[in-house]
């Protein structure tokens, strides 16, 4: 048998490749070299970008398949793709300020989250179940590695390890969850299972499975134990990284799975996801409400924008799906921003970033402290920002469904929210600081902050750009 590989259509996963082995052997290099295995890695991220930005046209309204859904490339995984370059750029910048405070060079670093990188990328652009899970396993294995990167911290290690068992077991229910749905339909590609169309016991058990090995990625109630010792526990930039791109692609694949393989068995899976978005967004917010350290606080507030995020999948709408879309592209340029100002606070190997520590930052550095009111503001959804209108556009769908009670307790969970976020603001406009400390702030680091603010203003304005991607990309998944 004659097997042709299209290489056009595996680029993006070889450039990556070739990005991996270039950057893991850059660790055996000269020091002068090392220092720029950063600037290496990104430009590997914007050789992918380049692909899809020039694909995303061509695919409008049509699709390309290789090996019956193994390679599968439509608007919808263009969109997060893209997203998933952006964040993994953005958390490079990041990286290099952070860890140059630490004269850290260590050009492994980047390679494992290269591949990272890459495993996201199977993920999404694939139709097949099995793919999605060496996409799943190639994503996470190095995740767990880059949050106990520093291995000598006792928070590293113990997030880590948390991470690894948990992120474990979740791997262990979606591969089950696949070897049942294919006992069930004789078949791992979503299209078909949808075409069986089975509804027997076995399948729903199925279902069920895969729901909570993604439920465990995506850090939805109650499969959230991990995160804010993971988030905590890994560097700040990692921290960015993770809250953005692998929570992203968890809710995508999630969606996929349920709009594409399961549109039938709507009323038994919109029950379940209907109980998950609340106990996410109640547990995130009133989890954030109580914490000492504005990380912590970040890691149950994602908890929190996850549910939301589920909400909306409940909505079963083209109107629902794009605002998803809408809600990663504008929570990747508020958390970017928020994890990004927060690395910045840092005096070699320490960081300072509990409440007590932005004591009084706003006036001593005033660039500072409006970047981040800015990235508070947009995350509590007040007006004017892209936090809030991302917002707005879920709630919308939900009312237009009819899903009152899910629009209620989406709109009482950001009341919440508003609390803890503006305690930040608080904190450091509000509150004297009684000792002194001297931040060194990365001009590379402001630069993406600022960057990421203007973003975020920008588009809560004007957000026609963003919707109008996220509306095309939607509508040729439904």
Known sequence: MNITINYYMLMPFLILTGGIIVLSFMGVLNEKIKHYSGVIASLFLFADLYYFVKLLPQLTYRSLDYMNGMVFYNAFNIYLSILVLVCGIASFVLAEGFFNKEEFKHPEFYAIALATICGLLVMVNTNNLINIFVGLELTSIPLYATVAYFRYKEPSVEGALKYFILGSIASGFFLFGIAVIYGATGSV??????????????????????????????????????????????????????????????IVILVKILYIAFPDMFILWEKAIFVIAILTVLIGNLGALVQNSVKR???????????????????????????????????????????????????????????????????????????????MFSLAGIPATIGFVGKFYIFKSLIVKEQYILALIGILGSLISVYYYLKVVVFMYMKENPEERNFEFSFLTLSLLVVCAVGVIYFGLFPQAINKLAILASKVLI
């Open 189 to 250: 590609v979503l299209k078909d299972i949808m075409i069986v169309k089975k509804g027997d016991e076995l399948f729903k058990l199925g279902l069920l499975f895969l729901m909570v090995g993604i439920g465990f990625k995506a850090s939805a109630a109650p499969f959230h134990m991990w995160t804010p010792d993971a988030y905590e526990g890994a560097p700040t930039p990692v921290t960015a990284f993770m809250s953005i791109a692998p929570k992203a692609v968890a």
């Open 297 to 375: 606080m970040l890691a149950y507030s994602s908890i929190a924008h996850a549910g939301y995020l589920l909400m909306a999948i409940v909505a079963f709408s083209i109107e629902g799906i794009s605002a998803i879309l809408f809600y990663l592209a504008g929570y990747l340029l508020i958390n970017i921003g928020a994890f990004g100002s927060l690395s910045l606070l840092k005096i070699g190997d320490n960081d300072y970033v509990e409440y007590n520590h932005l004591r009084g930052l706003g006036y001593k550095y005033p660039l500072f402290g409006v970047l981040l009111s800015v990235f």
